[in-house]
């Protein structure tokens, strides 16, 4: 209660209850410093082995120097309560923010860092942290993450004792390790299961298993298979769904074998995203004869599939990959292109055109100014648009508009970074892509809509050969488009252009 004294502390509002115990705000007249101040409940410290474990893990805490460990200043015993003193974090927890909402990928990565080094540090010192949760980790201003509530840690040796005289399990639920609620030994890799599933809440704002009750959380960690958050988030790179599911693989030998790996593998998927699959497209269906022919081919030929899953054999290849020349690839096309020779391409590359013309942007497509010309260095197809399909309220359309297609993310980014650097371009997120009346030019991810940006998703705009141009790359169509506007290379101009590509091309972006 407020205004009451327990020992050298006078008690102040209460910040949080569990089962173990309460959590005030308290002065400490002692060492004139406000901690937050937990006290056990009279039945938790009831029994002595818990009793004497208690001592034995808060000495082991206390004595932890990782700066992501809440630290205790003091523990012990006082008019027979036990008691944490621990540093007092102004700031919200972890569930607090979640609640709210999903966590932008990038800063739920970085509190997870944090959090993964701070059980790495407890670990090493053969302590489980065991209750790893979002209300367990605390949010200080600048996002530096303390992760508290040691209360229920024990130790990782086989002869530990439990956390009460029944042997009962504690914690929470929604982010238990499915190990713990069998009679096998608990380690570390019960905290990395924890930590995958503070990762999927903080990128969905979602508890990894939306079921209720005791027995039905119980069997989803037993059986049911990790849930994967880009079905809720749909800027989360699925490179970031395989983390999550490997640190919640039922097996403890299958997971990441430290939080620390967790964390970097998480970071690396960030990084490194891969394309998530694109939306099936109907294909016409077969005459049997040619059928046949098509099997006849597949046996015989070497195969290789394009992205979307379709099949192109490695006659069909040789004929796209032919030696005709070629543009010098990322070199801006400052002129319209030649249009393709009207000689009939082998059925693969006719695929591959109709595939790129059928991606192309709304205000483009299906446009008769809009063919295919000779594919770019690295691209499967490359197309030409000359006019819109709508005008702009305002400005007009750009000149040239050239659209390329590409077999993966990989060979994508190979022909973004090469456009990039060719031409001293760095990297800025925090401009945006085109912002050439304030800022130097340069390359960042755009926002489709207010989920954030996608992994890859990069545009960026500067003049070149007398022609102002604004790149942009689409993930997940593999394409990656440019408007091309002879003479208007000043900053205004490069900015309606810009404007322009926001309005009728970015707004339209699924």
Not at 50 to 58: D, I, L, N, V
Not at 127 to 142: E, Q, T
Not at 333 to 362: E, F, R
Request: charge should be negative; include cysteine.
């Amino acid at each position: 209660m407020p205004g009451e004294t327990f020992g050298p502390y006078r008690i102040e509002e209460l910040l949080g209850r569990g089962g173990m115990g309460e959590v005030h705000r308290a002065y400490d007249t002692t060492h004139d410093r406000v901690v937050a101040l937990k006290r056990l409940s009279a039945s938790a410290g009831g029994d002595p082995g818990f009793r004497a474990r208690f001592r034995r893990e808060s000495r082991i805490v206390a004595r932890l120097r990782e700066p992501h460990v809440i630290p205790i200043h003091a523990y012990g015993e006082i008019d027979g309560r036990l008691y944490l003193d621990m540093r007092l974090v102004e700031g919200p927890d972890l569930k607090e923010l979640t609640d709210t909402g999903p966590l932008a990928p990038a800063r739920a990565v970085r509190i997870v860092e944090q959090v993964a080094s701070a059980l790495d540090a407890a670990h090493a010192d053969g302590l489980v942290h065991r209750d790893v949760k979002p209300s367990n980790i605390l949010v200080a201003p600048g996002d530096f993450v303390y992760l508290a509530d040691f209360g229920i840690a024990r130790s990782s040796s086989p002869t530990a004792t439990a956390i009460t005289a029944s042997g009962a399990v504690v914690g929470t639920l929604d982010y238990m390790a499915p190990e713990r609620f069998g009679e096998g030994t608990v380690d570390g890799r019960a905290d990395v299961y924890a930590l995958a599933c503070v990762l999927y809440t903080n990128l969905t704002g979602r508890r990894p298993f939306a079921v209720e009750g005791t027995a039905a959380q119980i069997w989803a960690h037993l059986q049911e298979p990790p849930p994967r958050a880009s079905r809720w988030n749909p800027s989360i790179p699925p490179t970031l769904d395989e983390v999550i599911i490997r640190g919640m693989a039922k097996e403890p030998d299958q997971r990441f074998p430290t939080a620390g790996a967790l964390a970097t593998a998480a970071k690396a998927a960030l990084d490194q995203p891969v394309m998530p699959p694109r939306s099936p497209r109907r294909r016409p269906t077969l005459p049997a004869g040619l059928a046949v022919l098509v099997i006849a081919s597949v046996v015989s030929a070497l195969l290789l599939f394009r992205s979307d899953g379709s099949l192109v054999t490695g006659t069909a290849i040789a004929g796209a990959t032919s030696s005709a020349p070629t543009p010098s690839g990322p070199s801006a096309p400052s002129t319209p292109s030649t249009p393709s020779s009207p000689s009939t391409p082998p059925s693969s590359t006719t695929t591959v055109n109709a595939d790129l013309l059928d991606l192309l942007p709304a205000v483009y497509h299906g446009n008769p100014s809009c063919h295919v010309v000779e594919k770019a260095d690295g691209a499967l197809s490359t197309a030409t648009c000359t006019q819109a399909n709508q005008r702009h309220p305002t400005f007009s359309a750009p000149a040239e508009a050239t659209f390329h297609l590409f077999a993966d993310r990989a060979s994508q980014d190979a022909f973004f970074r090469k456009l990039v650097t060719d031409r001293n371009i760095p990297r800025h997120d925090e401009h945006g892509g085109c912002r050439p009346r304030t800022q130097e030019t340069h390359y960042a991810l755009y926002y489709r809509d207010t989920g954030g940006p996608l992994p890859g998703d990069f545009t960026t705009c500067f003049d070149e050969a007398g022609a102002g141009q604004v790149w942009w790359v689409d993930t997940r169509t593999l394409t990656i488009g440019a408007l091309i506007a002879p003479g208007q290379t000043s900053a205004d101009a490069l900015e309606q252009l810009d404007t322009w590509w926001n309005t009728m091309i970015l707004a339209t972006l699924n």
